[in-house]
């Protein structure tokens, strides 16, 4: 499996785009890009994937990079309760073993 | 409501004593997930089920035990014999080929 990195943590003013780079430099062309999020001590939740185009969906946009070394995930409008670790991950069939959650960007949305 | 049920939110048990971690979902969900999540780490699977009567181990099977007799239940057992215990426990389901797991509230267990 493909391993992504991310910065430990990013700050975000309430309101703006929260931009959110994941690095997998290492990604194989079967492997899609998945972000999830955890909101403190509650279960992760599925964000959105991708593979090759940019994609959109009510909670974010995914932007990823025509060499697909790296992607952007953006929330449009950032809010108190978007405070959370964001967590990107490279997987696809036929990868070994299942999603492997590393330890995300904590990203904190400030008033 | 569809969805994935842990019980209970918090658990304590003293050092020796086997416990058992119950998941449930109603999503109709073919595979199964139990991962163990330290404080400030990421999560780590523990074992899997992608069918009923089949499971297999995860990165951090060894003391640690599941069962897989109905499609709705994963429950995890957390034996004497796992060294370190105390930790955040969350399952998952996902349908059998599907990317997205739906995770459920996660249970914190406390071993003194």
């Known amino acids: 499996d493909a391993k992504t990195t991310q910065p430990t943590s990013m700050d975000c003013a309430e309101g703006r785009a929260a931009n959110l780079p994941c690095n997998h430099s290492t990604i194989s062309g079967n492997e899609y890009v998945y972000w999830y999020r955890q909101i403190h001590s509650q279960g992760p939740q599925y964000i959105i994937h991708g593979l090759k185009n940019n994609e959109t969906n009510e909670m974010a946009s995914l932007i990823i990079t025509e060499d697909r070394k790296s992607s952007t995930l953006i929330l449009p409008h950032a809010t108190l309760r978007d405070t959370a670790v964001y967590y990107c991950i490279a997987w696809g069939r036929g990868s070994q073993g299942n999603l492997i959650f590393g330890k995300g960007t904590k990203l904190s949305v400030k008033p | 409501d569809g969805g994935i049920t842990q019980s209970p939110k918090y658990l304590f048990r003293k050092e020796g004593q086997n416990v058992t971690l119950s998941c449930e979902q109603n999503l109709n969900h073919d595979a199964m997930y139990w991962y163990r999540q330290d404080p400030g780490q990421g999560l780590r699977l523990i074992y899997y089920s992608q069918i009923v009567n089949d499971f297999q181990k995860g990165d951090i099977a060894e003391g640690y035990s599941v069962s897989r007799e109905k499609k709705e239940s994963f429950p995890l057992t957390v034996t004497s014999a796992q060294k370190n215990p105390t930790a955040f426990y969350l399952c998952?389901?996902?349908?059998?080929?599907?990317?997205?797991?739906?995770f459920g509230p996660g249970t914190r267990l406390t071993v003194t």
């Open positions: 998952a389901s996902s349908n059998r080929g599907a990317y997205e797991q739906y």
